[in-house]
């Protein structure tokens, strides 16, 4: 007997599947590996985290970068995440003809709670295969902040956590600076 075969999405059947009406206009679903995934709805914690992020990068992007928040990223045919937040190297059409690809991401960011298993098995796995430079994982649940540098085919070469008592900085933007016990203050 023959074990059920997965049939694999493309983005191109991901999308014809949104315009024929086979997924809702409403449905907060993701594309990764070829799998269409239900994404966790949002708490109050958690926006509050991203929208914290979201004005933080915005106010000191100074043109530097774009920051978009829960947008997708085109890993590749068969992967179009929608992280939390992303760090964009500026583009004149601010990515109106295109989602941003790997070698656009500065700096992607996953705020996690409830997601923070796949986020962790699944996710920061393609982000590393892809080559998305760094990869901030905001683990609510533990208040830290774990960092992910030096992409490669299975993941990341190098991971940091950082406490309540630390500082991150974006690899690209040094000077970015985030407070730990800010970001995560409830």
């Known amino acids: 007997m ?19 009406g086979v997924l809702r206009p409403d449905a907060r679903v993701e594309l990764l590996n070829g799998e269409i995934t239900d994404m966790s709805p949002i708490g109050p914690f958690h926006g509050g985290v991203t929208n914290y992020l979201s004005q933080r990068f915005t106010l000191a992007a100074q043109g530097r970068w774009l920051v978009t928040v829960q947008n997708p990223v085109r890993l590749d045919d068969h ?6 937040l992303m760090l964009l190297k500026p583009a004149s059409d601010f990515y109106r003809n295109r989602h941003p690809l790997p070698e656009d991401v500065c700096l992607l960011v996953e705020v996690s709670d409830s997601s923070l298993a796949r986020d962790l098995a699944e996710k920061l796995p393609a982000y590393g295969h892809a080559g998305i430079p760094e990869v901030w994982i905001v683990n609510l649940n533990d208040e830290t902040i774990e960092v992910y ?16 008592d630390d500082i991150a900085r974006p690899l690209a933007f040094p000077d970015l600076t985030v407070v730990v016990s800010e970001l995560v203050r409830r």
Do not use: C
């Not at 992967?79 to 939390?84: H, I, K, L, M, R």
């Open 2 to 20: 023959l074990a059920p075969a997965k049939h694999r999405f493309s983005v191109k059947d991901y999308y014809r599947m949104a315009e024929t």
């Open 149 to 164: 540098r030096e992409p490669n085919f299975s993941g990341y070469a190098r991971k940091a956590i950082l406490g309540a």
């Open 79 to 84: 992967s179009e995440p929608q992280p939390d």
